[in-house]
């Protein structure tokens, strides 16, 4: 059974930073594309990053492009997303996804296994 289990979010104020990490199991982590995305209340849930099954490739949101870092360590089957520099905007449930192929994309619809979601608030 695979499972997906974020951690690390929480309240931080404005430019503050958090980092989230996602522990997977009972899937090849090393040869699958991983993504994190996000939802705000009563909006659609985004893409966020991707990053390739050995890291080679990453992609970001206009967003969070400069201010959020997407890693992964395929040894502890867990994919981080660093954040700085965060704004009020930022505040969202995030959610931690896999793909069933090694690389990147950037489309919901193409990742099949995702975790419960951690929450993040920014206040301003």
């Known amino acids: 059974q695979v499972q997906l289990a974020e951690s690390g979010g929480g309240l931080v104020q404005a430019g503050g930073s958090l980092r989230l990490s996602c522990a997977a199991s009972?899937?090849?982590?090393?040869?699958?594309?991983m993504g994190w995305f996000r939802q705000a209340p009563g909006k659609e849930r985004e893409f966020v990053s991707t990053?390739?099954?050995?890291?080679?490739?990453?992609l970001y949101s206009d967003s969070v492009k400069g201010r959020f870092t997407i890693s992964r360590d395929n040894a502890k089957n867990t994919v981080f997303l660093q954040m700085n520099s965060l704004k009020p905007e930022d505040t969202a449930v995030y959610y931690c996804a896999a793909a069933p192929t090694a690389y990147t994309t950037t489309y919901r619809d193409q990742y099949n296994y995702w975790g419960q979601g951690t929450p993040i608030t920014v206040s301003s």
């Open positions: 009972g899937l090849t982590f090393g040869s699958k594309a």
């Open positions: 990053i390739s099954w050995n890291g080679g490739r990453t």
